[in-house]
């Protein structure tokens, strides 16, 4: 398998929960001060990940959150942020401009800040009331989910960590299992016209953002993204046989609508590539965790494809020829 | 002017304001009964319209609003969702699928429902607690911000609705000044291989709503929109100096997102083709209700570009290929 690190790949997914003991304390702490509502500030791939929890959200709870733009949070505001919200920033470099502006703003209306930031020392590690150090989903589900345990609203907080404990072990076991069907996509369609993804509920944020994280920004390749709900009231009747039409399943409520955009693409397209992450064997997880797992499985399926794409398109990840390498 | 009616396009706004007297009755009756919360539940084009609403409402109010898909609506659900809620619903058939299986779900619980819906007699007009016959910015602005005034949040409501008033007389100037450009615009993009589309705050609805349903939907044009704020997070990447990109600028207070994104790109891409509401004259409106109407100034603009796609592609907007003609 090429570009493959097994140990590596567990390595760091188990680094993603090293955390735990100090994001419980911190949801606790915040549990026990109140807040009014949740502002899960981001942008980009960052935004995507407060839909995602969004969606894992709405049918569990009460608690008022809010995923939010931080080029929107500066600009049109909120009427409903006050100094009893609680922000919850994330960001890789610590520096986004965008993200610096709206924990700027939010310190100064008195807000507390949970920052989820991969580099210490930076300016946002540097401003988070409560700084922990890096992303992904392990963190946020433990922090999102111990907040609505504490909300009453959660009684399996124990029995999910017990499960994504095991998560980090199995996740060689997906990236094998993608290999041959994400090596086979990049070599058929890297350099089709454009690519057509499609997600939903809580696949739908990894969906868009591998699309302009991924596609877009590391692989110059055309992207659209469309929810499968959406996707029948307009999207549709762009797509010709010949499309390229990538489908990421998740195993949360929503499947009913990516089968319903299966089954219809069958008819009209003869390019369909489906990633389903219930196709992946998952021992020992309780099967009522899997839909909340979907976009940590995917992540291992996603990790697969970027490879060929790089291979087959001849273009490495790393290069930008503008992002932050112009100023704008 | 290719298929241009002045008359008809006032006729058509005008009707638009002749539900003033019911709107309002209906809007007061549920301030005074009460409510915890809003959905407005649509699809497609119709969830375009509550993002849009969503972004107005924003800065504005503390009451709860939730701009909810259909499609996840019926398969998560939410648990913010009770008896207590008020649901607003739009359709111009009255009989989308997952927005009937939305109404079904939402009185089989208890909620009221308000139906903007064209077509009296259709599914959804029967369903419907309270029949608006239609929908539109007019009416959805004087509905919401009603109830925002209702609230106490939005004391200049008669203001704003006398300005309203002034629109629909004022919409064949701004088709007449959109003209050269919306031309100029299709009969050199018609066919390009993808067209890149750009707005924010409450023109990302209409931004998103004329990628997917007029240029995808209506004249099988491949299409990407992003927000100006997730513009530099991946897709900036992907623009070569040869590639469309349209910015559909409003007035709203997220306008210095879309001047960062055009500034960019005029020095990457050729070209740049920018629709901008402030550049129109309205005589009568007052300065501070030009970014609220922006996404009905904004229609008339479309409209031509509309008229100009339709005769250089030579693809009449009523043709579909799938929509409605198979089974899904």
């Known amino acids: 398998m090429l570009k493959y690190d097994p140990a590596k790949m567990v390595e760091r997914a188990k680094g993603c929960l ?31 990940y407060a839909w995602s929890i969004q969606e894992t959200l709405k049918p569990l709870t009460t608690l008022e959150y809010h995923a939010e733009h931080a080029a929107d949070f500066n600009t049109l505001g909120n009427k409903k942020f006050t100094k009893d919200s609680l922000v919850v920033i994330s960001s890789s470099t610590g520096d986004t401009k965008e993200v610096v502006e709206a924990v700027d703003k939010a ?71 993608a290999e041959k069907d994400a090596e086979e996509f990049a070599r058929i369609h890297r350099d089709d016209a454009i690519q057509y993804l499609i997600g939903s509920g809580n ?10 994280c991924i596609m877009e920004e590391m692989q110059w390749m055309r992207t659209k993204s469309v929810t499968a709900g959406d996707f029948f009231h307009g999207t549709l009747e762009v797509i010709g046989r010949d499309d390229s039409v990538i489908l990421f399943y998740g195993e949360d409520a929503t499947r009913p609508q990516m089968e319903r955009a299966e089954k219809f ?39 697969r494809i970027g490879v060929y794409l790089e291979e087959y398109g001849k273009h490495p990840m790393p290069i930008r020829r503008y992002y932050r390498k112009l100023d704008y």
Request: with cysteine.
């Open 265 to 303: 693409l069958h008819t009209i397209c003869k390019n369909v590539t489906v990633f389903d992450t219930a196709k992946y064997e998952l021992p020992g997880i309780d099967k009522k965790f899997r839909g909340l797992f979907s976009p940590i499985v995917l992540g291992g399926i996603t990790g």
């Open 18 to 48: 090293a955390n735990k003991k100090e994001i419980i304390e911190v949801a606790d702490k915040l549990s026990q001060e109140g807040f009014s509502n949740i502002f899960f500030i981001g942008v980009g791939g960052t935004i995507t």
């Open 107 to 177: 310190k100064a209306a008195g807000a507390r800040v949970v920052g989820f930031v991969d580099t210490p020392g930076s300016p946002l590690a540097e401003k988070a009331d409560y700084y922990i150090p890096g992303g992904s989903y392990y963190r946020y589900y433990t922090f999102f989910l111990r907040l609505v345990h504490n909300n009453g609203e959660y009684p399996e907080f124990d029995e999910m960590y017990a499960n994504l404990e095991k998560l980090p072990e199995l996740m060689p076991t997906v990236a094998e299992a």
């Open 203 to 212: 696949m739908w944020g990894p969906t868009y953002s591998y699309a302009m």
